[in-house]
């Protein structure tokens, strides 16, 4: 195997520093907007993802054709994950930074012509001050002054399950789009059946109570995130995956906290500095697992979270799926690094 092919199939994800690009496009200007009562960095533009899922790349730039199924609009993030076979999973380690989800904030950094840098201010990362950074195109951002204040100043809700669905209709008949887990919006107005929400683009549209937690409810429990972990046993890995069409190891760990109201950073060599250090004889359902190289003394390379009964749960490599192993099995003996927990 190549050495690319043996880090994918056996990695996960880490800060690996800030990204270069030598003979890169000059970058244009991006002019600021004043937001009153929320606080952008000086010089710089708050935007919000507008597509359910975008990827964050390393270079502006579309390198295969396959990947017009996410960056046409409307995207088709369903027929991406699904069409993808090892091999072009594996295509996008090195290519691919993270994915943003409906909604998500972010701030642009820079222009260069159809496609835009930003930072996912909500996915904590060393290499941006702002948030995790990558490229996408222009398109799939908006600026829309009204959502990001409300996004701000008014409660939120978040999307409870594995895909629920954005309506544009009170009745909740006509689906806008599918949104992933996790998603998060500012609420409008909340009925017993219905919650009205803020869009993106300034637009209102609704959702099913049923579908969504209140932001500000939410809060930790050991057996309640194993159970959010589990629904998505059998999801193949994603490298750079964020969202519930496909995770990698640490894109996973940091969506099921913040399931549990809490923010973690977006890579596990980062998300190991972090919490409390747990004795492995004192693991407890939630705590994080860290493998590193070197037989557990050199680079973390991998993430995963303890369920019980010396089990975890995790998403291994391009070559897998979320699956359930012991923590004391094959490579993972020897590569175990240490644990964290995140809650006081």
Excluded at 58 to 67: C, H, I, T, W
Aim: proline content about 6%.
């Amino acid at each position: 195997m190549s050495a690319m092919i043996l880090l994918s199939l056996s990695s996960c994800r880490f800060t690996a520093g800030p990204d270069s690009s030598p003979g890169a496009m000059p970058a244009e200007p991006v002019t600021p907007v004043e937001l009153s009562g929320y606080e952008a960095p000086a010089g710089s533009l708050y935007g919000a993802v507008t597509e359910p899922v975008t990827v964050l790349w390393s270079n502006p730039g579309q390198l295969r054709d396959y990947d017009n199924l996410l960056l046409n609009k409307p995207g088709n993030p369903t027929a991406w994950a699904a069409g993808m076979d090892i091999e072009m999973r594996l295509w996008l380690v090195g290519k691919a930074e993270t994915q943003a989800l409906y909604g998500e904030p972010v701030v642009i950094l820079e222009r260069r012509g159809d496609w835009l840098k930003v930072a996912a201010v909500r996915q904590k990362s060393s290499l941006n001050e702002f948030g995790y950074p990558g490229w996408v195109p222009a398109n799939h951002i908006v600026t829309e002054q009204v959502y990001l204040k409300e996004l701000e100043t008014l409660p939120n809700v978040v999307a409870a399950k594995n895909m629920i669905k954005l309506y544009s209709n009170q009745e909740l008949t006509d689906v806008a789009v599918e949104l992933c887990y996790q998603t998060r919006l500012p609420v409008l107005e909340e009925q017993v059946n219905t919650v009205t929400v803020r869009l993106p683009d300034g637009n209102t549209g609704y959702l099913s109570r049923q579908d969504v937690k209140r932001v500000s409810e939410l809060s930790f429990s050991g057996e309640e995130i194993v159970n959010e972990a589990k629904r998505f046993l059998g999801l193949r890995y994603i490298w750079a995956g964020t969202s519930s069409y496909g995770f990698d190891c640490s894109g996973y760990t940091m969506r099921l906290y913040q399931s549990q109201g809490i923010s973690i950073p977006r890579d596990a060599d980062e998300q190991a500095r972090e919490g409390h250090t747990v004795e492995k004889s004192d693991l407890m359902p939630g705590d994080l697992l860290f493998f590193a190289a070197k037989e557990g003394q050199g680079q973390i390379h991998h993430v995963a979270m303890y369920i019980g009964n010396g089990m975890m749960i995790h998403s291994p490599d391009s070559s897998s799926s979320v699956r359930v192993d012991a923590i004391d099995s094959g490579a993972y003996n020897r590569e175990y690094w240490g644990a964290r927990r995140y809650i006081p």
